[in-house]
Every structure is written in structure tokens, then in C-alpha cells.
């Protein structure tokens, strides 16, 4: 059986390869220039020099620029930014190459509207969504908090290289990379000509200020740790930080959305897993695990589980409502799927099967409010309504 089953992986594997190369070539990692990132002070959290990957745009996209932040959580203590310290979001040492889908594809039957635009992946290596400046020293030990360096530091790198001349730009990210979108999307757009079209669309960075069903507020506690450890209360938004009481609190999108005068997209599910998991019901919450089949599979909630997941929908859009109402160059995408980030995965961003609303998939939808084909504003009905969906 062990022996039959490595044969079959033998013969496979590379016929599997072949494909992926066939249709979407690896790309590899480009390091942040070693005079750039000294300047700046720009490290990942191990002092190696940042990183991003870059294809080129050609065709009638070779002026377009889309930007796109790599996400992975944060670190919001000592132990684990020294963990991180020595892994791929931690360091550009332990990066690889790795091929580019979804709104990054090349390949216009996949992507639509971006494919021959030039395409970067900002590497994620600071642990605080590109949004810190400190340091850490005890002994031996050093760790750089500098993600809001690394971001001066790529674009930097990537502006003589013809960002500086974009006609057509737009910043995307997912998850702490969503969150990075909401944080840098008006500095990105002062980066670029006066004359360009300059936009950006937040994937599942949306992360919701919420008590778990514990009743206690741990992501606020993670925010709140993350920004002091990282030193990032002095890159929030000041009009923000100048009318909270808690200044911190800004790194919460919901707060100072209503700032960014950029076009931006929000594309978000209302039961995104992973605040589903980590802000509603993180296991700490939940000792008993009565959560665990639930989290598994849909069909197995109780009715009460079910409308604490309803509630979490309806805070997430009460949060986002002012917006919904009220920003004329604002596009959203608040599908009823259970996802988390669906830019960067074929299968949700644009295919067969893709999550649709009226009848639109995301790149459709990103694509229309985009180029102005169309206003697309989108709420989904409550779950299980989401009838696109693959659970
Ligand atoms: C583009 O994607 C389509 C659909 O998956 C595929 O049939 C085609 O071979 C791809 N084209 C290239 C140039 O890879
Ligand atoms: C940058 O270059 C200097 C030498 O010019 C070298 O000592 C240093 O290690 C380099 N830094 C990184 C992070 O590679
Ligand atoms: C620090 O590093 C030096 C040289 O590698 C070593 O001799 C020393 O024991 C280390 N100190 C600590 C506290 O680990
Ligand atoms: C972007 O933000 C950084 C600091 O947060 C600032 O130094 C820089 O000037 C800003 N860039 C532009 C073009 O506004
Ligand atoms: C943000 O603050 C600046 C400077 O204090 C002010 O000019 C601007 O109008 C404020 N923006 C909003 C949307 O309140
Ligand atoms: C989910 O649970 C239902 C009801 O118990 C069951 O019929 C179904 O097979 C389960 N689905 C999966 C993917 O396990
Ligand atoms: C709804 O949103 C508004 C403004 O964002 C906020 O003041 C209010 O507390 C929210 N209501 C609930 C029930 O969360
Ligand atoms: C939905 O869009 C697909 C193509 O994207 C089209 O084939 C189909 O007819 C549309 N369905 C409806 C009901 O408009
Ligand atoms: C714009 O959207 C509306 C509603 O979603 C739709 O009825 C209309 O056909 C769309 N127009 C275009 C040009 O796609």
C-alpha cells in the first residue's frame, strides 16, 4: 500500500507541477534594496530586508499598477514576534516563491480586469499590518517592529520602476493585509500622480470591534497589545486618534473609515471564519467546546448558535452602514458566505461556481465599481440565503 501509494505520488507530482507551471509560473521574491531599507530603518521582525514578488504588466495594462499586502494575523507579544521571527511572516529568509491567482492571475479568462496590470505582493514580515515603528532589545534578543517602514520601503522600490508615472492603481489585501488597506489607502494614493485613478479595495480586513461569546472584548485586548508593543499609534489616522478616547482603538476600521477620502472597496463575508473563530468564538471562550461541531459544519448549529452568528452579521453591518449610505465613490461586497479572503483564491474570486450577488461574481463586482462600468454597492440576504455559497 505505502509502496503503491509513492509510486502513484512519484508519477503525479510532476505531471501536477507541469500544470501549475503551464498556467501560472512561479514568482519569486524580490528583496527590498539594501540602501532603501537602511535609510528607512525598514526590517522584518528579524532584521532581514523586506520583501515583495512583482510580474510585470504589459499590453494595455503595462501603465496600471495593483498592490497587493500579503496578510497572517499579528503578534502582540514578545514570545510570539520572536516565533514569528523565524518563519516567512516574520522574516524574508524563510520566504519562497509562489504562484500568483485570483486577482493576481495573469491570465485574463481568470482575471478580467487586472491580468496584464503589473502586480506585486507585499510580503507581510512585521506582524502589525505594515503599521509599526519601534524596536525590541533585551540581550541577545532584538526584534524590529518597522512594518510602517516596510511600506514606505516597497513603495519606494517600486516607484522608479514606474509606479512613480501609474495611470491606473489599486491597492488591495487580505485579512492583516485588508487591514493594512484601510491604514495606508489615502498615504498610497499621495504616493501617485495627481492624474491617476487611484483606488483601493479591503479584503477581509474589516475586523470588527466585538465581544466574544464570552462577553469579554479579547480582540480589543490583542489590538490594544499590538499597538503598543509595535509602536503604531502614531501612524493611525489623526482625525481618529484626535476624537477617541482611546486613541488606540483606531486600528479598529470601523472607527475611522469615515477619514479615508480615497475610493475604496469593502469586501467582506458577514460570518468571516476567521473572526467567526478568533473574535466571536475563540476556544478560550468556549472551554466547554460546544462550539466545535458548529464550527465544523453549518447544518449542525443549534438555533441559538445560529443567531449569535445573525447578531454578529447585523453588528458588522451597523458598523458599515454610514459607509453603505453615504460614500459616493465606496463600493461593498458583503456577501452571506462563511470565507475569509476571496480576492486571492481563484474559486472565489472569479469561476463557475463563484460566490455571486445579482448574479455578479467579486472580480465582476470589483471590476464594474473599478472602472465605473457600475455603482456596486452589495448586501447579501441573512444565511442560509447565500445560495452561492460552498460551505
Ligand atoms: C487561462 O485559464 C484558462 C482557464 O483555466 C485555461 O484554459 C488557459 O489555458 C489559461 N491560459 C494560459 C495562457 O495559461
Ligand atoms: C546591507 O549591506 C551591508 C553592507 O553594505 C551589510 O553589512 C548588511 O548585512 C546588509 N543588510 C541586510 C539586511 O542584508
Ligand atoms: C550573547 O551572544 C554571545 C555571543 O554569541 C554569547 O557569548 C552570550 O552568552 C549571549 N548572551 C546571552 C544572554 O544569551
Ligand atoms: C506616508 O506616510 C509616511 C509616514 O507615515 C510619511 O512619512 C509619508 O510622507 C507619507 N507619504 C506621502 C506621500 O504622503
Ligand atoms: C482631518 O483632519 C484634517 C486636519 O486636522 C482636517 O483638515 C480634515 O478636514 C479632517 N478630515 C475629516 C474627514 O474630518
Ligand atoms: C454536516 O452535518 C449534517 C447533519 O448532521 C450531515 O448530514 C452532513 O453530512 C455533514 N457534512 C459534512 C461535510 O460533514
Ligand atoms: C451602530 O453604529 C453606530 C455608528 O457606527 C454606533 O454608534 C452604534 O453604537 C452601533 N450600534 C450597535 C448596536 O452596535
Ligand atoms: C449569470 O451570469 C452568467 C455569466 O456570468 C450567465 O451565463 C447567466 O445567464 C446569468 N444568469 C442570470 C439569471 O442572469
Ligand atoms: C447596473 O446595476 C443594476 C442593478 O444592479 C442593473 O440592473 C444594471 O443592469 C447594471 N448596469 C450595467 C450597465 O451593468
Redesign the pocket.
Given at each position: 500500500m505505502m509502496l503503491r501509494l509513492s509510486v502513484a505520488v512519484l508519477l503525479l507530482l510532476p505531471f501536477a507541477l507541469w500544470c501549475a507551471y503551464a498556467q501560472s509560473p512561479l514568482v519569486g521574491i524580490t528583496l527590498v534594496k539594501n540602501t532603501t531599507a537602511k535609510e528607512l530603518g525598514a526590517y522584518c521582525l528579524d532584521g532581514s530586508l523586506p520583501a515583495y514578488q512583482f510580474s510585470k504588466g504589459f499590453g494595455s495594462g503595462a501603465s496600471n499598477w495593483l498592490l497587493h499586502i500579503e496578510g497572517g494575523g499579528w503578534c502582540n507579544d514578545v514570545k510570539s514576534c520572536l516565533e514569528r521571527a523565524t518563519t516567512r511572516i516574520g522574516s524574508s529568509s524563510y520566504m519562497t516563491e509562489n504562484v500568483f491567482s485570483g486577482i493576481l492571475s495573469n491570465n485574463q479568462s481568470l482575471n478580467p480586469d487586472f491580468y496584464n496590470w503589473n502586480r506585486v505582493m507585499l510580503r507581510y514580515c512585521d506582524g502589525a499590518s505594515f503599521a509599526g515603528n519601534s524596536m525590541y532589545q533585551n540581550g541577545n534578543s532584538s526584534l524590529y517592529f518597522r512594518g510602517q517602514k516596510i511600506w514606505q520601503a516597497i513603495i519606494s522600490d517600486l516607484l522608479p520602476q514606474g509606479l512613480a508615472h501609474a495611470e491606473k492603481a489599486l491597492l488591495s489585501g487580505c485579512s492583516a493585509g485588508g487591514l493594512a488597506v484601510f491604514l495606508h489607502c489615502d498615504n498610497f494614493s499621495r504616493f501617485l500622480p495627481g492624474s491617476a485613478t487611484v483606488k483601493c479595495i479591503s479584503d477581509a480586513g474589516f475586523f470588527l470591534r466585538r465581544v466574544n461569546v464570552a462577553k469579554s472584548e479579547m480582540i480589543r485586548t490583542l489590538y490594544h497589545d499590538v499597538v503598543s508593543l509595535q509602536g503604531v499609534e502614531q501612524n493611525l489616522n489623526q482625525n481618529c486618534t484626535s476624537s477617541q478616547i482611546d486613541p488606540k482603538q483606531c486600528f479598529f476600521p470601523?472607527y475611522f473609515l469615515s477619514y479615508i477620502k480615497t475610493p475604496i472597496f469593502i469586501l467582506n463575508t458577514a460570518y468571516d471564519t476567521w473572526q467567526f473563530y478568533n473574535v466571536l468564538v475563540p476556544s478560550s471562550a468556549d472551554p466547554g467546546g460546544v462550539w466545535n461541531s458548529c464550527k465544523k459544519n453549518l447544518t449542525t448549529c443549534t438555533d441559538s448558535q445560529i443567531q449569535t452568528l445573525q447578531d454578529f452579521r447585523l453588528?458588522m453591518l451597523?458598523?458599515t452602514?454610514?459607509f453603505y449610505k453615504s460614500s459616493t465613490s465606496g463600493g461593498m461586497f458583503i456577501n452571506s458566505c462563511f470565507a475569509h479572503c476571496q480576492t486571492q483564491h481563484q474559486e472565489t474570486w472569479f469561476a463557475a461556481n463563484s460566490p455571486r450577488m445579482q448574479n455578479k461574481t467579486i472580480a465582476e463586482a470589483v471590476g464594474d465599481w473599478y472602472f465605473e462600468r457600475n455603482e456596486t454597492k452589495l448586501i447579501d440576504c441573512p444565511y442560509p440565503c447565500g445560495s452561492t455559497c460552498q460551505y
Open positions: 470601523q453588528d451597523n458598523a452602514n454610514s
